[in-house]
């Protein structure tokens, strides 16, 4: 091979290596997001589930045990 065949796949591969490099940093940083995302998620059902208990546990029921109005 010639020296210049030798440098084009040097260049080659070191170009693919970088976008290699550069895409690994992009995902990375999706799953850091996507783990944001998934802890703040978690928080607010917890605080839902939590709402929900204090009002079954208030005694107000379920909207479906709930009677019309006589005016119906």
Known sequence: MAADDL???????EMRL??????????????????????RLTLQIRRLIERLLEVEAGGQGSPQ??????HY
């Open 7 to 13: 440098e084009a796949r040097l260049v080659d591969l």
């Open 18 to 39: 970088a976008h290699h490099e550069r895409m690994a940093e992009d995902l990375s940083d999706v799953i850091a997001d996507q783990g944001r995302t998934i802890d």
């Open 65 to 70: 045990d709930d009677k019309p109005p006589p």
